[in-house]
């Protein structure tokens, strides 16, 4: 069984920046591919942004592209999310995720690929 925790998330104007982390335990991390989703009020859980096990193949929803930037660092069971030129349409909580995928450098933008869930981190973008 994995443990996520999700955080970093908070308040910022149009055009911050902020850095989301996902902290992992109680599994082998190297195993897992992890995504990021976002949910806000009323709306579906999308995708946002997906790693490989490898960190070799990234995927990012297409109005994220450019601003958003996922990353990992296995020595310390974590990945991050730096979110850049926030506009008020990013607000949401957002979600890691972790699955093991087919190989070591698939991604995946399916809620379903992934079995573990982060609590959540609500990001929100003031005008």
């Known amino acids: 069984q994995v443990q996520l925790v999700d955080s970093g998330g908070g308040l910022v104007q149009a055009g911050g920046s902020l850095s989301l982390s996902c902290a992992a335990s109680?599994?082998?991390?190297?195993?897992?591919?992890v995504g990021w989703f976002r949910q806000a009020p009323g709306k579906e859980r999308e995708f946002v942004a997906a790693?490989?096990?490898?960190?070799?193949?990234?995927e990012y929803a297409d109005s994220v592209k450019g601003r958003f930037t996922i990353s990992r660092e296995d020595t310390k069971n974590t990945v991050y999310l730096q979110m850049n030129s926030l506009n008020p349409e990013d607000t949401a909580a957002y979600y890691c995720?972790?699955?093991?995928?087919?190989?070591?450098?698939?991604?995946?933008?399916?809620?379903?690929?992934?079995?573990?869930w982060g609590q959540g981190t609500q990001v929100t973008v003031s005008s």
């Open positions: 995720a972790a699955g093991r995928l087919v190989n070591s450098f698939t991604v995946s933008q399916s809620r379903s690929s992934y079995d573990y």
């Open positions: 109680g599994g082998t991390f190297t195993r897992y591919s």
């Open positions: 790693i490989s096990r490898n960190g070799g193949s990234t």
